[in-house]
């Protein structure tokens, strides 16, 4: 057996490893993405019909940003440091993450009707589904345009932070459909992102299921956001 013969051999090996990995890694992904959901879900809905919590985060002004502020510190602290973290811390800061995200969307509770929110969940699952499988099985490569779409992610937050200020509901109204627009095109390019990612994993090791921890923690993110954007154009607000 010549050198040729060997390296291609060596190919076909790791290509069946990946191909045996892939579904494993990839199903871990969709498994703490859901699970991630559900426990937001449950808190939201825990708080909002939790008057002392629910008074608590109405009137104190440093709880409510202080949960914020410590939303975006688990994000960016379990995404720059993954590496250095064990398995099991990753996953428990996702999971406290996912806490602390649903407390501060308690507040849909108060501002749109429970009937809404369910219908425009629903509309959300079907919406980000569609695109996830676009994602995934499509052969065009979206990484140009998922550079555009984070660009177009920057101005969306850019010039919220303006209108809060400006205080003008035609600009609400633009942001809305735009951010429903970015967050259907960052999900089917996450999901294309996270496959080729864990298609180069040799195994489904805890370095992959870092990986993959990590891609759920995006789509989990692309699904609350173009939850919020559809919930503001469809949502049917209280009295």
């Known amino acids: 057996m010549d050198y040729e013969e060997i390296t291609n051999a060596y190919s076909r090996e790791q290509e069946l490893e990946m191909s045996a990995a892939l579904p494993v890694l990839m199903r871990k992904v969709y498994v703490w993405m859901s699970l991630a959901l559900v426990i937001t879900g449950i808190t939201a809905y825990f708080v909002a019909h939790n008057e002392t919590l629910l008074m608590a985060l109405v009137t104190n002004q440093v709880l409510f940003w202080g949960l914020v502020i410590g939303e975006l510190a688990l994000v960016i602290g379990l995404s ?10 990753a996953t428990l800061m996702f999971v406290l993450y996912s806490i602390v995200n649903g407390a501060t969307m308690s507040f849909i509770f ?11 969940f629903f509309i959300t699952a079907g919406t980000f589904a569609a695109m996830a499988l676009f994602g995934y099985f499509t052969k065009i490569d979206l990484s140009a345009i998922g550079k555009y779409l984070m660009m177009a992610l920057i101005g969306i937050i850019i010039a919220t932070i303006v209108n809060i200020f400006t205080k003008s509901a035609g600009l609400t109204v633009v942001l809305n459909y735009l951010g429903v627009l970015v967050f259907v095109g960052l999900t089917a390019y996450d999901a294309q ?3 080729n990612m864990l298609l180069m994993a040799p195994d489904a090791g805890e370095a992959a299921q870092k990986v993959a921890l990590l891609g759920a923690l995006s789509l989990y993110l692309d699904f609350i956001n ?3 954007y559809l919930l503001r154009i469809l949502g049917a607000r209280r009295d």
């Open 80 to 89: 720059a440091a993954i590496n250095r973290l064990s398995l099991t811390t």
């Open 110 to 120: 108060l501002a749109y009707t429970a009937s809404s929110i369910t219908n425009v």
């Open 193 to 195: 992102k996270i496959k």
């Open 226 to 228: 173009l939850f919020l």
